[in-house]
């Protein structure tokens, strides 16, 4: 949470001082990381400290401490990127400092924050905003750690951050998600449910807007950089990703339900988004619709203490839940090549409903599987569930729906 504060200018300059001279530590301390190999903030700290703390006499001590770990988070930020071969300099480039400060170097109170600086405490006294009641009511409290950045005009922007411990409690049932390319299905009291994301159909169509846009182009050209940017399709993404991991977690914590997932691994499986020959394009469609799903439904869930169960993908959708027999699927089956008939039993299913109650009996749950629903082969796809508040309530309101038609 980011509070702005417009200081006197006698704590500006003193901010301004440890600003500096932080930033000559973190430089110290990245070429450290460099030219040593290593991004870990405990052999950075122990290589340079000492120098250091030769150099900086008067700075307060931990600010060399906070300043490693900035250099350690940078480094391994930048080693991800070269990864990706998305870094475009040879070293992370220090541009602008937000200061970082452990518990030593400031202390919170509602009246006044103050920050530990070369001349001796300052205190800025910011207005609080409105969230920053809402979290501060409540169970969650402020973190050690906290930033401060310095503006135009004697302003201090300060990043607090708020934390809250929560233990995961004893499920009582499960919910399990199946993540696919253009949908997550998840089972909520027996009911397979499909909920429209259409991730691969959004990334495609922005890869041929991109193309579009850059064909004949330089990237690096200004009106073809501002194109770009307004595309926003990774905030379009986030946002749908943040909204179906809220109602899912939503929707498990209610139930004291544990949410199982697929263990699905950061890079692509070969038999995933095959039909896609572009290599990045794969990648992209993976991540967003599979990894990064994923992540967001941990994340979340790791907020609100719901337990998260990660069990083997393989085979998932193949294996008949009730049988035990396999499922084939023809290419060709026209209008529902998702939906197959098992072997033995001869039923049909809907190919992300196996995968549904397959993950269900991977983590343990040994309930009866029903035989031969409709909704085993057709289950219910919703679209409209963006603005929804809860799954229950989309469901429900789907059922009217079609008890109308
Ligand atoms: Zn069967």
């Known amino acids: 949470m980011k509070l702005r504060v417009r200081v006197d200018y006698s704590t500006y300059s003193a901010l301004k001082e440890v600003e500096e001279e932080y930033r000559e530590v973190l430089e110290e301390a990245i070429n450290y990381g460099l030219s040593n190999e290593t991004t870990s903030f405990t052999r950075i700290k122990a290589g340079i400290y000492k120098s250091e703390r030769e150099k900086h006499k008067d700075l307060p001590s931990h600010f060399i401490y906070t300043a490693c770990e900035d250099a ?6 930048f080693q991800k990127l070269k990864k990706r071969g998305r870094a475009y300099t040879e070293k992370p480039s220090v541009r602008r400092v937000t200061v970082h400060l452990d518990d030593h170097l400031w202390k919170f109170s509602l009246d006044t924050i103050s920050i530990s600086t ?40 300060f990043f607090i951050v708020f934390k809250r411990d929560v233990k995961p409690y004893e499920p009582k049932g499960f919910i399990p998600v199946d993540l696919n390319e253009n949908s997550v299905s998840v ?16 990334t495609l169509g922005y890869e041929y807007r991109r193309k579009t846009i850059i064909t004949g182009r330089s990237t690096k050209d200004r009106e073809v950089r501002g194109k770009l940017k307004r595309l926003r399709e990774r905030d379009k993404k986030v946002d749908v990703r943040r909204k179906l991991a809220k109602l899912i977690v939503k929707e498990a914590f ?87 008939v098992c072997e033995k039993g001869k039923e049909r299913w809907h190919r992300d409903v196996v995968a549904l109650y397959n993950l269900k009996k991977r983590a343990g749950d040994v309930s009866p599987v029903p035989l031969g629903s409709k909704e085993s082969h057709d289950p219910p796809t919703l679209s409209g569930w963006l603005r929804a508040k809860s799954l229950h309530s989309i469901m429900n309101e789907h059922k009217m729906i079609e008890m109308k038609v």
């Open 254 to 340: 209610e139930s004291r339900s544990a949410i199982v997932l697929e263990d699905l691994p950061g890079r692509t499986p070969e038999h995933m988004v095959k039909d896609i020959k572009d290599k990045q394009l794969r990648l992209r469609i993976y991540r967003s619709a599979f990894s990064s799903m994923k992540n967001a439904i941990i994340e979340k869930a790791r907020e609100f203490g719901v337990p998260v169960l990660l069990v083997n993908p393989s085979h998932t959708s193949t294996v008949c839940p009730v049988h035990g027999a396999k499922i084939v699927y023809q290419p060709d089956r026209g209008d529902a090549p998702r939906v197959g």
């Open 118 to 157: 070369k001349k001796g405490r300052v205190l800025i006294s910011p207005t609080f905003p409105k969230i920053f009641w809402r979290y501060y009511n409540t169970e969650w409290r402020i973190a050690s750690e906290a930033r401060f950045r310095l503006m135009k005009g004697n302003v201090v922007e």
């Open 72 to 77: 350690s988070e940078r480094l391994d930020s």
């Open 187 to 202: 089972l909520v009291d027996g009911k397979p449910t499909l909920l429209e994301t259409n991730t691969k159909r959004i």
